[in-house]
């Protein structure tokens, strides 16, 4: 009991000036540089979404918290900052925990965080609002989960986010934050001291020097060099160290799907266009920030030529990922940017570039596949296939580099990647490691809001179901996204039959001539309906210049389109008693 003597001076002329839980998160996000965040409001965070609006944050509210979460990772990826996901408790959270270990599987760096029910409540299972034990779901599908309970945590439980989603290798964070945080208060300047601005939160890490040599000798006596490029590589930001290093070493490369345009396609040492002649052919394959995960069949069977036919360089800031799939003979574990600029130094006066039996053979490949595709993609037909829509929107891009091209569905994916070249860094968002459906809308949410740039959203009409709710929010908030869906009327297909002549459609069927351009005239949106390349080229051009957010409805022949898009041998078939409708 506190005993009040006499002497002790008024309470009211005491009372300290006071701040709360709402405040002190918003100023530990604010402090370092965190000022947008990607949510769906509710309870119990409805309060801090409204202050952090009113304290000047960018607070963009979805429809689905899964697509405020893809937008987040899209938006860490962007800027190497840890996008701010920001949900309710039990089902918004676990709505936004798909985007959380989606990132994660990437190495992008976001942040989730959700409110939660009371602790005591939760953990004698009492049956609270929402009750769930949020933390201990999250912990296995992030990379670190926290959780703070007394408002003079918040600063270093936001701090601990932040360094766990952005050093070393990237990744998703969970931070919990229970309703009965957000009203707690404390003495104002108690709370600012409270907080924590993070310093260096994602140091260099160099590269031992002996790595650095072990690699350039194997990289000296390689005969047929190849540089493979990932996603991690765009997500560096070491862009002209990795240019110089590329020209002055002369090895040519190939570029992930995300890394698209870290050098630009066009380059004159781009193997893109004779991708399995190098990835065959090759004696040395430098891998810079990929992983030889499914995306690279593992670094082994037919793609990769004769079994023991390459040596592999690894650079990566993960040490584990090292020889997990094949032997790396020569590992560099460290920052790309320290690393590249370690090798760009140690290639030296006397480097020599690559045989030119090597570079000429990759050259005449290249020229006799470019004109194989060449005339494909300027026909002019209707209905159109993929490679006639693809070829009006290769123009689009081409005219407008330094848009962004957000990507997903089979063919629509596939396609696009092989045919759309990409002239800058980080202007690639599609399905990533996962090759996970409905990460369009978010990601183009996000690439409007983080850069300003006009963005094209190419989407398979599948694809484009998961999040095409979002299409509210990009009215909402006026922002410059064109999408464009390629509708041919199904998964992969629209041309599947009932084999049992019954009355509904096949499985992979939707419904026939969808006009997806309404769904946008419906939020004050522009819809436009095309059915050929020309319209097609017209429509787009005219939506990425006037920044206005447009659908385009892009009929594509049903009948185009094969079975899983390129990656049909993964998905298993049976061979006994089948009767499918399928047209093969
Ligand atoms: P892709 O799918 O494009 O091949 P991956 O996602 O498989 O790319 O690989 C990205 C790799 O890049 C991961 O192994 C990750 O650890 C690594 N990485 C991410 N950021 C950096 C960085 N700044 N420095 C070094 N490696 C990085
Ligand atoms: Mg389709």
Redesign the pocket.
């Known amino acids: 009991m506190t005993v009040v003597t006499k002497l002790e001076p008024s309470r009211a002329d005491a009372e300290p000036e006071l701040t709360d839980g709402f405040h002190l998160v918003i100023d530990a996000l604010k402090l370092n540089g965190l000022t947008t965040i990607y949510g769906v409001p509710g309870i119990p965070i409805t309060d801090l979404g409204r202050m952090a609006q009113a304290e000047g944050m960018r607070v963009i509210s979805f429809r689905h918290e899964q697509h405020a979460g893809y937008a987040a990772s899209a938006a860490g990826f962007l800027t190497k900052k840890p996008g701010i996901c920001l949900t309710v408790s039990a089902p918004g959270f676990l709505n936004g925990l798909t985007a959380l270990a989606n990132a994660t599987t ?2 992008f760096p976001m942040i989730l965080i959700s409110g939660s029910s009371e602790r005591e409540v939760v953990d004698l299972q009492q049956g609270d609002y929402e009750e769930m034990d949020q933390l201990a779901i999250a912990k296995p599908l992030c990379k670190a989960a926290f959780r703070v309970l007394h408002v003079e945590d918040i600063g270093i439980g936001i701090a601990r986010a932040i360094r766990a989603a952005v050093s070393g ?2 990744g998703g964070v969970y931070l919990d934050l229970p309703a009965k945080l957000f009203p707690q208060v404390i003495e104002k300047e108690a709370g600012r001291q409270s907080l924590v601005k993070v310093i260096d939160a ?1 140091p260099a ?1 160099l590269p031992a020097p002996s790595s650095v040599e072990r690699a350039l000798e194997v990289l000296k006596q390689a005969k047929r060099p190849l540089v ?9 930001q070491a862009d002209e160290d990795i240019r110089s290093f590329v020209e002055e070493s002369g090895i040519p490369f190939l570029q ?4 698209k345009g870290l050098l630009p396609d066009t380059h004159p040492q781009s193997a893109g266009a004779a991708r399995s002649t190098v990835l065959k052919n090759a004696d040395v394959v430098m891998l810079v ?3 030889l ?1 499914w ?2 069949s593992h670094g082994k069977g037919k793609s990769w030529g004769e079994p023991g036919s390459k040596k592999f360089i690894q ?4 040490p584990k ?1 090292m020889d997990s799939n094949i032997e790396i003979a020569a590992p560099i574990v ?4 320290s ?1 590249i600029s370690a090798l760009l130094k140690g290639l030296g006066e006397n480097w020599q570039k690559p045989p030119s039996d090597w570079t000429d053979m990759i050259d005449a490949k290249k020229e006799e596949n470019v004109a194989k595709m060449a005339g494909r993609l300027k026909k002019n037909s209707t209905p159109m296939d993929f490679h006639g829509a693809l070829g009006a929107l290769r123009t689009v891009i081409k005219e407008r580099p330094d848009a962004i091209l957000v990507n997903e569905g089979a063919n629509t994916l596939d396609l696009a990647r092989g045919i759309i070249d990409m002239y800058q860094p980080r202007k690639r968002l599609d399905v ?2 996962w090759g996970v459906m409905g990460i369009g809308m978010g990601s183009a949410i996000a690439a409007a809001v983080e850069t300003g740039k006009p963005v094209l959203a190419i989407e398979g009409d599948s694809a484009f179901g998961f999040c095409g709710m979002e299409v509210e929010t990009i009215c909402r908030y006026n922002l410059p996204v064109c999408v464009v869906i390629f509708n041919n009327n199904g998964i992969y297909r629209g041309t599947d039959v009932n084999p049992t002549g019954g009355s509904d459609v096949a499985t992979t069927v939707f419904v026939h001539n969808a006009r997806y351009d309404q769904m946008m005239t419906a939020f004050g949106g522009n819809g436009v309906n095309v059915t050929t390349p020309d319209a097609l080229y017209n429509a787009v051009s005219e939506a990425m210049d006037s920044g206005k957010p447009t659908l385009i409805n892009a009929v594509i022949d049903p009948a185009a389109g094969t079975e899983s898009g390129r990656i049909g041998n993964l998905n298993p078939q049976s061979t006994v008693g089948k009767k499918a409708g399928g047209t093969k």
Request: one cysteine or more; proline letters at 3%.
């Open positions: 990437n190495c290798r990237p994602a890490q493979i490029f990932g996603k991690g590589a765009a997500y560096a992930m799907s995300m890394a920030g990929a992983r995960n995306l690279l650079i990566d800031i993960e990922e460290g920052d790309i940017g690393c990533g490691t």
